[in-house]
C-alpha cells in the first residue's frame, strides 16, 4: 500500500521529487523516481512495506525488459499468479506482488485485469511502446487522479501531489461537483472540485502516449454483468461461509502486523469472527461516540465488547466527540481533498492513528457488506415503496400533503424521508433515496453564479440505463451503493484517512471472489420480507450472538445533529460568516442564516446540509485561498 505520482508531458523533476514529499504519509518506508527528460516521462513511488519488506520490494520496479512499475494497493492471490509465472519461465527478484503484477503485464499486457483480485492503482510505463498504462480496481478502493493541460497529463494517489505541478485557482472550480456535495453529502462521478481534474473510474484503464490519452476503457461493469436468477439453491449458507471465510484469509497476507475494525454490528463482526481463525488474538478498534442516542442510534460499545469477549479478542476504544471534530475539521478536510460532509472520516482517522500506534500496519474493515448483501434503511423503505405503488393514486397523495412539523424525532425525520419518495418511479425513486438536500433547497442556496445548467443525477441515471430493464428495483438500487456510494464516499474516506496514518485498510466484504458469489444470490434471500441481509444473517448464527446479529442498523458515524444545533452552533457561525460567503460569490447568505435558524428550531432537518456548506468553505480556504494549518489544525493567522 503506498503512494504515487507521474507524468507524460513537459513537466519538470523538480516538481517529481517535491510530489514524493506531499505523498510521504502513504509510503513512509521507502521512495524513490525515475525521469526521463528526453521523452518527458516522470514516475515516483512513496512505499508502505506490507509484503517483503526488504529493499527487492521498493519501486519503482523496473523489469529486464525495460518496463517500469508504480503500485498502490494489495494483490490477495500474487501467490498463486507468481506460481503461474514461475511455470512459464519467468525468474523472480522479490516476493512481493509488485514484481508479479510487472511480469503478468509482460506475458498478458492489459489482459492482466482477468486474473486480480486485489485493490489496485496501477501505472506501467511500456519501454517498447512509450506508453503508460493506468489501471484502477472493479470497485475503486484506491483513488486515481489525473489531471490535463496543454503540456500533458499528471496523474497521482492523491490531489496535493498534482498540486505541486499546477495552480489551481477560483476560476478553475467546478460548480457540478458543489452541487453534487449539496445534494448528496459526496460527488457521485469522475470529476472533482477542479474543472479538467478527474478520477480514473473503478475497473477503468487509460492509455497515456506523448501527453495524451490515446484510449479508456471500462474493462469491469457493475451495471453490464449478468446476475444468476438460480430459484434455489442447495447449502447456500455454508457456502456463503465458505466463501466469506476464504475471502477474509486472504486478506490477512502480510508480513506486518494485521488488526480491526470493529463497531460490534453483523459486518465488522463477521470480519473478526473468521480473521481470528488466522491470528487468534488480533487487535480490534472501537469507536465511542457521545450523544448517539440523540440522533436515533443504538450504543455501539457494548456490541462491540460482547463480540471481543466472545471471540476473546483485544479491544481497544477510540474516543470521538464534538470538540475532537472542531479541532480536526481543518485537517480532516485536507486528508480527504474533497468536502465529503461525512464525520465517520474522522473516526477512521483517530482508529487509524492508535493503530499506528500499536505497530498496526493493516486494518480490515466491514465496509461493503451492506452494499453487497443489503442492509441500510433506504433497501427497506425501497421494498416498502414497492408494496405502495399498488395504491390508488389519491392515497399516495395523502400521504404526500402530510406536513412533517418537528424534525427532533429521527422516526420523523425517516417518516419524512419516506414520504417525499412517494410518487417517484423508477430510477428517479432510486436515486432520490442518496440525497440529503433537495433541488429546491440547493436552488435556493446558490446564487446564479454558482448555479449549474444541468442535472446532477445524469451520472446514476446513465449507468442505470446500462442495466437490464426488468432488473429488480433493489438490485438497481445495489447497483448504485457499489458503484457511486461506496467508490466516491465510503471507500474514499476510509482509504484517505487510514493512509493519513500510514495504514492500509482492506475491506473483505468487496473480495472479487467473493462479490462474485454474492451476485449469484438470488435477491430473496438478500433480501426476506423487511429482513435485510438476510442469507448472511442465518449463516452467521453459528458463529455470533443473535443480539448482534439482529441487533437495529447503526451507522459508522457520529451524533452530527446534535453536534451541529449545540456544540459545534459558534464553529459554523464562525466558518459560514458573512464575508466568507459572499467571497465566494457562490451562495446565498441571507438563506444560508435562515436555514441555520430554522435547523436550530427544528422546522427543518439540515443539519448534514449545514455541515456539507461548512466542509466546502474549509475545502476554499485550503485549496484555492492557501490558507496554511497551524498545529492545531487552523487557519494560520496572516
Known amino acids: 500500500m503506498c503512494g504515487f505520482i507521474g507524468f507524460s508531458g513537459k513537466f519538470s523533476q523538480e516538481s517529481l521529487k517535491k510530489s514524493l514529499l506531499s505523498l510521504a504519509h502513504r509510503g513512509p518506508d521507502n521512495s524513490g523516481y525515475i525521469y526521463f527528460d528526453h521523452i518527458n516521462v516522470g514516475l515516483g513511488h512513496t512505499r508502505l512495506s506490507i509484503i517483503d519488506l526488504s529493499e527487492d520490494g521498493n519501486q519503482p520496479m523496473t523489469s529486464n525488459d525495460g518496463n517500469i512499475i508504480v503500485y ?17 519461465g519467468v525468474k523472480f527478484k522479490s516476493q512481493t506482488d509488485t514484481e508479479v503484477l510487472l511480469h ?111 484510449e479508456k476503457k471500462i474493462w469491469f461493469s457493475l451495471a453490464k454483468r449478468k446476475i444468476n436468477k438460480n430459484a434455489e439453491k442447495k447449502n447456500i449458507k455454508d457456502q456463503l461461509i465458505n466463501n466469506f471465510r476464504d475471502a477474509v484469509h486472504r486478506q490477512m497476507v502480510s508480513d506486518v502486523p494485521v488488526g480491526a475494525l470493529l463497531s460490534g ?12 481463525e488466522v491470528n487468534s488474538q488480533i487487535p480490534c478498534f472501537t469507536i ?5 442516542k440523540k440522533e436515533g442510534f ?13 471471540l476473546n479478542t483485544p479491544l481497544f476504544e477510540v474516543e470521538v466527540n464534538s470538540s475532537d471534530l472542531i479541532k480536526n475539521l481543518y485537517k480532516t478536510i485536507s486528508i480527504l481533498e474533497e468536502p465529503v460532509a461525512d464525520p465517520a472520516a474522522l473516526n477512521v482517522l483517530f482508529i487509524s492513528q492508535i493503530a499506528k500506534s500499536k505497530g498496526i500496519k493493516v486494518l480490515l474493515s466491514g465496509a461493503g457488506g451492506d452494499d453487497v448483501l443489503t442492509g441500510y434503511r433506504r433497501h427497506t423503505a425501497l421494498k416498502i415503496n414497492q408494496f405502495l405503488k399498488y395504491l390508488p393514486n389519491f392515497s399516495v397523495n395523502l400521504f404526500k400533503k402530510c406536513k412533517v412539523r418537528n424534525f427532533s424525532n429521527p422516526n420523523i425525520r425517516r417518516l419524512d424521508k419516506f414520504i417525499n419518495n412517494l410518487g417517484l418511479k423508477g430510477n428517479d425513486q432510486i436515486i432520490n433515496y442518496f440525497k440529503w438536500t433537495s433541488d429546491n433547497v440547493i436552488n435556493s442556496l446558490l446564487t446564479n453564479n454558482g448555479k449549474f445548467e444541468f442535472s446532477n443525477d445524469i451520472e446514476m ?49 468487496l473480495d472479487t471472489e467473493f462479490e462474485d458469489f454474492c451476485n449469484s444470490i438470488p435477491l430473496k434471500y438478500k433480501q ?44 459554523i457561525n464562525e466558518i459560514l460568516c458573512e464575508s466568507n460567503i459572499k467571497k465566494r460569490n457562490i451562495f446565498n447568505y441571507n438563506f444560508i442564516k435562515n436555514l441555520i435558524t430554522d435547523n436550530l428550531e427544528y422546522n427543518i432537518d439540515a443539519s448534514y446540509t449545514i455541515f456539507s456548506l461548512v466542509c466546502i468553505e474549509i475545502w476554499f480556504q485550503i485549496f484555492i485561498d492557501k490558507k496554511q494549518i497551524d498545529q492545531n489544525y487552523k487557519i494560520k493567522a496572516a
Open 288 to 292: 465511542v461516540n457521545d450523544n448517539n
Open 104 to 214: 503478468l503485464y509482460e506475458k498478458y499486457g492489459l489482459e492482466i485485469t482477468k486474473y486480480l483480485n486485489g485493490i489496485f492503482a496501477i501505472a506501467i510505463f511500456d519501454k517498447k511502446l512509450n506508453k503508460i498504462f493506468l489501471i484502477r480496481d472493479n470497485f475503486g478502493v484506491k483513488p486515481l487522479y489525473y489531471f490535463r493541460n496543454s503540456h500533458g497529463i499528471i496523474f497521482a494517489s492523491e490531489i496535493k501531489a498534482i498540486m505541486n505541478f499546477i495552480d489551481f485557482s477560483k476560476e478553475l472550480i467546478c460548480k457540478k461537483s458543489i452541487r453534487n456535495h449539496l445534494t448528496y453529502l459526496f460527488n457521485p462521478n469522475n470529476t472533482v472540485m477542479i474543472k479538467n481534474l478527474k478520477k480514473v473510474s473503478p475497473g477503468e484503464y487509460l492509455v497515456i502516449h506523448k501527453g495524451n490519452i490515446e
Open 461 to 509: 441515471q446513465e449507468f442505470l440505463n446500462l442495466s437490464p430493464k426488468d432488473q429488480p428495483m433493489l438490485e438497481k438500487m445495489l447497483l448504485i451503493e457499489k458503484r457511486f456510494f461506496l467508490t466516491d464516499h465510503n471507500l474514499l474516506y476510509n482509504d484517505k484517512m487510514s493512509m493519513a496514518s500510514s495504514i492500509e485498510l482492506r475491506v473483505p466484504f
Open 528 to 571: 426476506r420480507g423487511l429482513q435485510n441481509k438476510w442469507i448472511l444473517k442465518k449463516a452467521m448464527e453459528k458463529y455470533l450472538p443473535k443480539d448482534v446479529i439482529y441487533r437495529s442498523k447503526t451507522g459508522f458515524g457520529s451524533p452530527i445533529r446534535s453536534w451541529v444545533r449545540n456544540d459545534l452552533k459558534d464553529f
Open 72 to 88: 498502490n494497493g494489495e494483490i490477495y492471490n500474487f501467490k498463486h499468479l507468481r506460481k503461474i509465472l514461475i511455470r512459464k
Open 298 to 310: 443504538i450504543d455501539d460499545l457494548p456490541f462491540a465488547k460482547k463480540v471481543s469477549k466472545i
Open 265 to 276: 454490528g453483523l459486518d465488522s463482526s463477521s470480519v473478526v469472527a473468521f480473521a481470528k
